[in-house]
């Protein structure tokens, strides 16, 4: 048996995707509140006001100009607003995890439904309690919460008064924010992530900036790295129980050839997208290729005096990682491309791909394992992996999801594999969305990860109720088996 008894089991969700609620118990605004539907070829648009009041409406991928202010607007779908809606079915959603046997779950909490403006001064006591709840609940179960501080969350009035990271008293508020729930969840959480997929905050959603340029967006990233070795410095200060990881978006690439240039390239590619986050997160510096690539481009970030000490004693415990697919590395302009996890890379022919083009590739995931262990040494743990797909609900209420359960099959061998071989430290895996959500991407419902099915469509039609799906006994015997059965 090659993975050890307290090998984590779970799955992952995220409460802008999954939560709902929005306007429960005092809750603030999220920039993902402001959020509209898109799809595979459409991206998703955000809702503003411009100086005049007048609204707007515009790409997520586009400049937001100074001026605006994220607003909702009448007569829009937002999906974040019920989602699958956790919120009012919490208990019986973490059942279907004990059901399964779940011994972990990484969740997120909306720091809006603690501070509902980001700068508030006092918490919000009705969003603490709700997640005692949900904590309570799970540890009834034998379920070991891993808490995601901001998984693509910033308060909208922080992103509307004070361009969000790029202001340095985000920092403080952020903090402000761990503190409290550091403190309140103290004994029931020891499991932390502190910023989902740090490597691809770049655009107003996730970073709340006006005018977005490189320079601004360098300087955000300094603010959110301080934020993190903060946090994580609070957070062993007020429990040396708690472990605090980061959290990479790690998209495996390859190059497309073995011209040097090609394999240059790659590796400009991975440290720049990748490691950068990694290092600074890891060993507490911004590492030399970095600091030369900054100055050759002119950007000076503005640090204060104790900045560097800061993220030297900041570094974190473990590495949680996304998975999904690899890319391809080409110098050609003309590559054609592949669909991905938020970012579009070059087509690999090798490779089969999901219904939304990501291309699938399980041995991607054993590279990954390998090269993240060999460059930090570092517990790694892979918190989000899996196939997001078209479901079909036959007339008797079941979904036979073969194509989930190969893809995950794959990617189960593969990481046995290497924790076997290679003698990786794997701490856990926590498919991403085990109950169906709301996709990131591309803000549909058809777009589906979970074991457990939620009667929904794109527009929020429809029941919510909950459905087994195949994948759901097929994972429950992969963990009753510790991974032996697949
Ligand atoms: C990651 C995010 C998740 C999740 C996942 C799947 O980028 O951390 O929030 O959504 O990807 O992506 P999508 O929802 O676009 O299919």
Redesign the pocket.
């Known amino acids: 048996m090659s993975l050890s008894k307290e090998f984590f089991w779970g799955g ?3 409460a ?2 999954y939560e709902g609620g929005c306007f429960e118990a005092g809750r603030g605004l999220a920039v993902s509140d402001i959020k509209t539907a898109g799809s595979m070829t459409t991206p998703r648009r955000m809702t503003f006001l411009n100086e005049q009041g007048k609204p707007i409406i515009q790409n997520k991928e586009n400049k937001v100009p100074q001026g605006y202010k994220g607003a909702i607007h009448e007569g829009v779908y937002y999906p974040s607003h019920t989602a699958t809606d956790f919120y009012h079915h919490y208990k019986e959603d973490i059942a279907y995890m004990a059901e399964m046997g779940f011994n972990c779950y990484r969740m997120s909490i909306s720091w809006t439904r603690i501070f509902p403006n980001g700068d508030d001064v006092e918490p919000i006591e009705a969003g603490l309690k709700f997640y005692d709840d949900v904590f309570d609940e799970c540890l009834k179960h034998g379920i070991a919460p891993m808490v995601t501080i901001n ?2 969350e910033m308060p909208l009035h922080l992103a509307n008064e004070y361009d969000g990271w790029l202001n340095r008293k985000t920092i403080n508020y952020f903090l402000r924010y761990c503190e409290v729930i550091f403190q309140r969840y103290k004994g029931k959480v020891k499991h932390w992530l502190t910023f ?2 740090i490597n ?1 905050l770049r655009d107003y959603s996730s970073l709340g900036i006006h005018d977005l340029t490189a320079e601004k967006h360098y300087q955000a990233f300094h603010h959110i790295f301080l934020a993190s070795a903060k946090a994580v410095i609070l957070g062993h200060a007020i429990d040396p129980e708690n472990k605090i990881g980061m ?1 990479l ?1 790690h998209i495996a690439s390859y190059s497309e050839t073995c011209d040097p240039k090609n394999v240059a390239l790659e590796l400009e590619v991975s440290r720049k997208f990748k490691y950068f986050f990694s290092d600074v997160q890891c060993r507490g510096y911004y590492p030399s290729y970095m600091i030369k690539y900054l100055e050759r481009q002119n950007i000076s970030l503005v640090k204060e005096a104790d900045d560097e000490q800061i993220l030297c004693n900041g570094t974190v415990d473990y590495i949680g990682f ?1 998975y ?1 697919n690899s890319g391809v590395a080409s110098l050609r302009k003309d590559a054609e491309l592949a669909y991905g ?2 970012v579009r890379v070059a087509r690999n022919p090798f490779l089969e791909e999901s219904d ?1 083009g ?1 291309q699938i590739d399980p041995i991607g995931l054993g590279i990954s394992l390998n090269s993240l262990w060999d460059r930090y040494q570092m517990p790694l743990c892979i918190v ?1 992996n ?1 196939l ?1 797909a078209y479901d079909e609900v036959t007339q008797d209420g079941k979904i036979h999801d073969e194509y989930r359960i190969d893809y995950l099959r794959k990617h189960i061998h593969e990481l046995k594999r290497v924790v076997e071989e290679d003698g990786v430290e794997l701490m856990g895996y926590t498919p ?2 085990w109950i169906d ?6 803000g ?1 419902m058809k ?1 589906r ?1 979970g074991f457990v099915y939620v009667d929904m469509d794109d527009e929020g039609n429809g029941s919510k109720k909950r459905y087994r799906k195949d994948s759901f006994y097929w994972y429950q015997k992969v963990i009753q088996s510790n991974g032996e059965e697949l």
């Not at 959500?437 to 591309?442: D, F, I, P, R």
């Open positions: 992952a969700t995220a802008n995707q998984h693509f989902n997929e691809i959290m978006a996304s999904y996890n938020q939304w990501w989000e899996g997001g991403w969305g959500l709301v996709s990131a991407g591309t549909e777009k990860y």
